[in-house]
Structure formats: C-alpha cells, structure tokens
C-alpha cells in the first residue's frame, strides 16, 4: 500500500540553523499539508498546498518557514532561522483530492533545536 | 472557531475490556469527523472517518465511532480491547471549505494483560 514517507526521522540543529524537513507524498495525491505537535500537545496545523501555491497557511507558519515542491515527488518545508520552540514533531500529509477524502500523514521528523 | 475536545488524557483498561474514547467537537454545521491513532514512533493512520450518512460508522482493527449531533459529540468505541491497541488516539475535524484538520489534544490508551 502506497504510504507517505519522510526524511530524516530525526534532525538535531543548533538555534540560527536552516533546517530542510523532506516529504514524499504518495504519488497521486495533489494536496499536500505540513503539521507539527510539540511534545505533550495537539497536532497543529502549518500549511496547504495545492497546485504548486500555498492554500491556507495558520498562524504559526511565519516568514521563518516556507514549502515547496521541486519536483514531481518531494514536497519540503524549510525553517529559515530555527528558534528553540520550533523543536517538535513535523508530520506530512497528502490527499488525493479535496473534500470526503482523508489525508494520509508520513511518520514525522523530530526535530530537537539546541 | 472550530474545536475538538479529548477529555480523557490517558485510560487504562484491561485487555479484552470495552473501550470508550470521548471526543466533542465545536462546528456550526455538520463537519467531517476523524479518529486517527498514533503508535510509538509511527505516524498517525486513519481507524475512521464520518462524512454524512450512517450515524454509526465502522473503522479498521474493530474499532467503530457514533456522531451524535445533539451532544456534538464523535466517540469511539471497541467491544474488546487488544494489547496491540494500546497507543494514543486523536480525534479531528475538518469543515468542507477548509483543508485543514484540527486535532484533539489525543488520549493515550494503556491495556494491561
């Protein structure tokens, strides 16, 4: 069965690094999201995206963090300056289509910020 | 704004126990309704989900979840819990014009043999 995979599963970084979290959706989905659970909370919401464009970003995704997809397969979110709080877990998830669909989530990375 | 509610932080039950997990939802109209379950170091991965229709919908692994609209509310249930089942369960709920789900904070499910 198809699955969302993602790289690495764990990535330590120290405060002021750039860090590149990667994502392989499954291969015919076209919506594509980016959460993140800090430890003890609630996975939040980051971002959406859809033909090659953001849909809907929350709150918490600031000018820090950007997505993109550089090619036909991976889907990447970049922290530009990572700060301490950013230490969470970053699932990715796909969908095939919007609306009575579920989204298929990856197994997360964890990033630790030093 | 939409929300989720999990009361229950974490549940012990023995195996082979029936199991409740509660959810309660904020949302004007009907939503989508989600459970997904996460197991240690995995990702999260869908038991069920309710879009319209059948009130009473039937997951994978046994698992099943009634929406109740007057009480808002999306519970899941098992009549006999399994020591593989012991991990952290997640309610969600998405609106149709939005792409996002909104989690709740999750309850963690401990089966004792």
């Known amino acids: 069965e198809p699955e969302v995979t993602q790289t690495p599963s764990h990535q330590v970084t120290q405060m002021g690094q750039e860090v590149i979290l990667r994502c392989v959706p499954i291969s015919n989905h076209l919506y594509f999201y980016w959460y993140r659970q800090i430890l003890g909370q609630k996975v939040e919401f980051l971002v959406s995206?859809?033909?090659?464009?953001?849909?809907?970003k929350s709150e918490i995704f600031d000018d820090q963090f950007s997505v993109e997809r550089p090619d036909g397969s991976n889907f990447t979110l970049k922290i530009r300056s990572t700060k301490l709080e950013d230490s969470a877990m970053y699932f990715c998830?796909?969908?095939?289509?919007?609306?009575?669909?579920?989204?298929?989530f990856g197994p997360g990375t964890r990033l630790t910020v030093t | 704004a939409q929300s989720v509610t999990q009361p229950d932080i974490h549940i012990t039950v023995s195996e082979g126990a029936s199991l409740e997990l509660r959810c309660n939802y904020s949302y004007g109209a009907t939503p989508y309704l989600f459970w997904y379950v996460q197991s240690p170091g995995q990702g999260l991965q869908l038991l069920l989900k309710?879009?319209?229709?059948?009130?009473l919908v039937q997951g994978i692994k046994g698992f099943e979840a009634e929406f109740k609209r007057s009480q808002s509310s999306f519970n899941l249930r098992k009549p006999s819990v399994h020591w593989s089942d012991a991990a952290e369960y997640f309610c969600a709920v998405a609106a149709y014009n939005t792409d996002k789900l909104i989690f709740g904070t999750g309850t963690r499910l401990q089966v004792f043999p």
């Open positions: 998830a796909s969908r095939p289509r919007r609306g009575g669909d579920e989204q298929y």
């Open positions: 309710y879009f319209s229709g059948d009130t």
């Open positions: 995206f859809y033909n090659n464009e953001i849909s809907e």
